[in-house]
T-cell receptor, first 117, second 111 residues
Framework: GAVVSQHPSWVICKSGTSVKIECRSL??????MFWYRQFPKQSLMLMAT?????????EQGVEKDKFLINHASLTLSTLTVTSAHPEDSSFYIC?????????????FGPGTRLLVL | DAKTTQPTSMDCAEGRAANLPCNHS???????VYWYRQIHSQGPQYIIH???NNETNEMASLIITEDRKSSTLILPHATLRDTAVYYC????????????FGTGTRLTIIP
């Protein structure tokens, strides 16, 4: 299947700093990417839908000014957690939709574990 | 809210077939059934999807009932590496349509 990468795989930062997470589709062009967050022992929660060249659509309750999403190209979307706080510590996962893979199968990255001290 | 119901957990002996059920009684006519799995601390892995016909690939088989209100994912010869949380999701998965994850089934393969 298609490959989606994320960088970094884990990051530790101090409270108040900003952290950028990259999501790349390696062998296909993704017009739509998604960002999820997963807390321990919970399921994935969709944060936002990212479309190339346009503003992201955020889910209810997700602060768009805190979680900045940029989808500048068909293979790269970034999530920036601004002024991170300990409660933002979580597992962040992106996914990308491959429009060539039959019914636009959605492929997930390996995730980025964020720890805010 | 997730539109599927799955058992919270299941065990299966190594080498046996693992059968994971999923109820999706409110599925719409143009919605697909998708199965993903998540091994601990990794991103979800796509397994298989179907609309109304049974499907098979190198990983698994998907059996969808005629009324499409339920389905079963079959791992024909489970191995220890199949231990994971399995998510059954219904949706249309094109354009901006989103997939909503439920709580999934935690499958443990017993040696």
């Amino acid at each position: 299947g298609a490959v989606v990468s994320q960088h970094p795989s884990w990051v530790i930062c101090k409270s108040g700093t900003s952290v950028k997470i990259e999501c790349r589709s390696l062998d296909f062009q993704a017009t739509t990417m998604f960002w999820y967050r997963q807390f321990p022992k919970q399921s994935l929660m969709l944060m936002a839908t990212s479309n190339e060249g346009s503003k992201a659509t955020y889910e209810q309750g997700v602060e768009k000014d805190k979680f900045l999403i940029n989808h500048a190209s068909l293979t790269l979307s970034t999530l920036t957690v601004t002024s991170a706080h300990p409660e933002d510590s979580s597992f962040y996962i992106c996914s990308a939709r491959d429009p060539q893979a039959g019914v636009e199968t959605q492929y997930f990255g390996p995730g980025t574990r964020l720890l805010v001290l | 809210d997730a539109k599927t119901t799955q058992p919270t957990s299941m065990d299966c002996a190594e080498g046996r077939a693992a059968n994971l059920p999923c109820n999706h009684s409110t599925i719409s006519g143009n919605e697909y059934v998708y199965w993903y799995r998540q091994i601990h601390s990794q991103g979800p892995q796509y397994i298989i999807h179907g609309l109304k016909n049974n499907e098979t690939n190198e990983m698994a088989s998907l059996i969808i009932t005629e009324d499409r209100k339920s389905s079963t994912l079959i791992l024909p010869h489970a191995t220890l590496r199949d231990t994971a949380v399995y998510y059954c999701i219904v949706g249309r998965n094109f354009g901006n349509e989103k997939l909503t994850f439920g709580t999934g089934t935690r499958l443990t393969i017993i040696p």
